[in-house]
């Protein structure tokens, strides 16, 4: 007795179930590289931020005095990296500047869905000596 059974389909089935699962990974995937590129971009370029103010201190570009003028060339710097001036703090006795920024990441979902908002929220903090 010969068994007829119905395939059709069973490939089409298969392969829409494969794109899905591979649509699904593509995804978590940007969504890893959207925040791992943001917490560690930032945090080099607040070292490159701060290294750079303390070089212009230290080169008298910058007055090492006047605060208000040492906050507004950071917060240009940090501007043009797409990034949130969080605090400026010159350590005189020490001779260190630092800074701290904020920047959120370019994601597809974690940046939008309310719960998981604050993952997408890069802080970091750099440092360089003045002298």
């Known amino acids: 007795m010969v068994s007829l059974t119905d395939e059709r389909g069973v490939v089409i089935d298969w392969l829409a179930k494969m794109i899905l699962i591979l649509a699904i990974l593509g995804v978590l995937a940007f969504e890893a ?7 560690f971009g930032l945090d080099s370029k607040a070292n490159e931020i701060a ?7 230290q080169d008298g570009a910058l007055p090492e005095t006047n605060d208000l003028i040492i906050e507004r060339a950071t917060r ?3 501007r043009e990296a797409d990034a949130k001036l969080v605090a400026v703090r010159y350590d005189r006795e020490a001779d260190i500047f630092h800074v701290t920024l904020k920047r959120s990441a370019s994601t597809l979902l974690i940046s939008r869905l309310g719960a998981t908002e ?3 929220v890069a802080r970091s903090n750099g440092q ?3 002298q």
């Open 33 to 39: 590289g959207a925040l791992a590129v943001n917490y």
């Open 51 to 57: 290294l750079e103010i303390a070089t212009d201190i």
């Open 76 to 78: 240009a710097l940090a």
């Open 118 to 120: 604050d993952w997408g």
């Open 128 to 130: 360089a000596p003045t």
